[in-house]
């Protein structure tokens, strides 16, 4: 493994379902992230992890729901999807969350998710 | 929280220069990114800028006031290949984790 990777990469899920994303990276990194993209609104922060053990809400957070086991994991579980949940997912880490230091944050390559 | 703005989309043409803008309001300013997003891939760092200045970076440029809540990416000698999306996000409001904003598509053609 190099950097961060997702899994699945695309998936059509029935609503009601549910899902688990997987995020995994191998750069030893304390913060992790969980954004969606959605067309003509740019990247939305569902749920963060500063390091393992804590994880924290975002702008987005409802219907979804994350755990930080160990530093590598960050999988986020749709509990019951619906079709609004309908959206590309980035999962995402950086360095350090704290601090002045800027903390480029390293973007997996995305899973999309339709929710019918 | 951060009110970001960017233009929707842009053209240009192969070996121009454009200059890609992002304003900004936020409280306790502390830090502005650029990065890069091609279609059906995943976001890509360009810059950071936190002081007042212009940061280069071979084509790349960017620029940041911090008194007027601004600043701009300037991408030279245009190619086909920087087509892509470019996303400006802001770290303010007591939280280190930047708020992106909706994103400019640039069209490059020839």
């Known amino acids: 493994i190099a950097g961060i990777t997702q899994a699945p990469t695309s998936q059509i899920l029935a609503a009601g379902r549910r899902m688990t994303l997987r995020c995994t990276q191998d750069?030893?990194?304390?913060?992790m992230y969980w954004y969606r993209q959605d067309l003509g609104l740019g990247l939305r922060l569902i749920h963060y992890?500063?390091?393992?053990?804590?994880?924290g809400k975002g702008e987005v957070p409802d219907g979804y729901s994350v755990s930080r086991a160990n530093t590598d994991d960050f999988p986020l579980t749709l509990a019951s999807a619906v079709p609004s949940q309908t959206s590309v997912y980035f999962c995402?880490?950086?360095?350090?969350?704290?601090?002045?230091?800027?903390?480029?944050?390293?973007f997996g390559p995305g899973t999309r998710l339709t929710v019918l | 929280g951060q009110n970001i703005d960017q233009p929707t989309e842009m053209t240009a043409t192969e070996g121009a220069i454009v200059q890609i803008n992002c304003t900004y309001q936020t409280s306790g300013f502390n830090g502005l990114f650029w990065y890069q997003q091609h279609a059906g891939e995943a976001p890509t760092f360009l810059s950071y800028n936190v002081l007042d200045g212009l940061e280069e970076k071979g084509r790349f440029s960017s620029f940041l006031s911090r008194s007027k809540g601004y600043s701009y990416l300037l991408l030279k000698e245009l190619q086909m290949k920087d087509s892509a999306s470019y996303l400006c996000a802001v770290r303010g409001g007591g939280s280190y984790i930047p708020t992106f904003g909706r994103g400019t598509s640039l069209i490059v053609h020839p």
């Open positions: 992890s500063n390091t393992a053990g804590t994880t």
């Open positions: 995402a880490s950086s360095d350090s969350f704290a601090g002045s230091a800027y903390n480029e944050q390293f």
């Open positions: 750069m030893r990194h304390n913060a």
